[in-house]
Nanobody
């Protein structure tokens, strides 16, 4: 399995951005994927997760209402739509893959140890 993120960049506060994570080599039909981020001098932080088969989603409390996770089965691509960006959103954003058997998408999805494969990350920088 390989994951490749794209869509990051330098934006201003209030702007929107849509990140993509293209997946290849996945032969399973039921698995979870997620977005994490690591800001400057911060720990890695869970952002959002999605079950590929059902589309069920789970978000970190800090991003609810502004971030939307989605997937396109035909393109094997996951997305993270970010609205009203804030300087605190500055981070490297990573996508991650959790192969089956998987837990129901929820609080357990926030544990990075659940995920076996990670992308290289895409930088998002938000200026005030």
């Amino acid at each position: 399995v390989q994951l490749e993120e794209s869509g990051g960049g330098m934006v201003q506060a209030g702007d929107s951005l849509k990140l993509s994570c293209a997946a290849s080599g996945i032969t399973f039909s039921a698995y979870n994927m997620a977005w994490f981020r690591r800001g400057p001098e911060k720990e890695r932080e869970f952002v959002a997760a999605i079950n590929w088969a059902s589309g069920r989603t789970h978000y970190a409390d800090s991003v609810k209402g502004r971030f939307t996770i989605s997937r396109d089965n035909a393109k094997s691509t996951m997305y993270l739509d970010i609205q009203t960006l804030e300087p605190e959103d500055t981070a490297v954003y990573y996508c991650a893959f959790d192969p089956p058997p998987v837990l129901r998408v929820g609080k357990e999805s926030e544990d990075p140890s659940e995920y076996h494969t990670w992308g290289q990350g895409t930088q998002v920088t938000v200026s005030s």
